[in-house]
């Protein structure tokens, strides 16, 4: 089993690429601003859960790693706050990407809190 077949990677990824995708849409005047931080957060929710993935056999490093995943995930939902305050999205867009954030963020403690269920 690899870090691809967990099911909070597999919806991390989905999100981002969703995100990514959205924010192509965005002013250019945000290119540098929101449209890059939006899209680096949720990117880095997959990339450190790959990375804590590799080290799942040291239980603290495992965890450390998700916990960070789940820290970018939460700064994801921040940049869809400013999305929304800005206009770039509608709110069915802005609760639709909250709600699999949301779920992101769940089995991400699902997993740090049974780090043993992924050795």
């Known amino acids: 089993m690899g870090f691809r077949t ?3 990677y597999k919806k991390g990824f989905a999100l981002a ?4 995708h959205l ?3 965005f002013p250019q005047s945000e290119v540098f601003a929101l449209t890059s931080q939006i899209v680096r957060s ?5 990339s450190n859960m790959a ?3 590799r080290k799942r056999q040291y239980e603290k490093h ?10 970018e995930n939460t700064e994801t939902q921040l940049w869809l706050d400013f999305a ?6 509608s709110k069915e867009q802005y609760s ?15 997993m740090m809190n049974n780090p043993d269920k992924f050795k």
């Open 84 to 89: 929304l305050a800005c206009e770039y999205i």
């Open 23 to 25: 924010a192509k849409s």
């Open 96 to 110: 639709d990407f909250i709600n699999k954030s949301e779920e992101v963020g769940k089995l991400l403690n699902y």
């Open 51 to 53: 990375e804590g993935y």
């Open 62 to 71: 495992f965890k450390s790693k998700l916990s960070d995943a789940d820290s």
């Open 17 to 20: 690429m969703e995100i990514f």
């Open 6 to 8: 967990l099911l909070a």
């Open 42 to 46: 949720s990117r880095s929710v997959c």
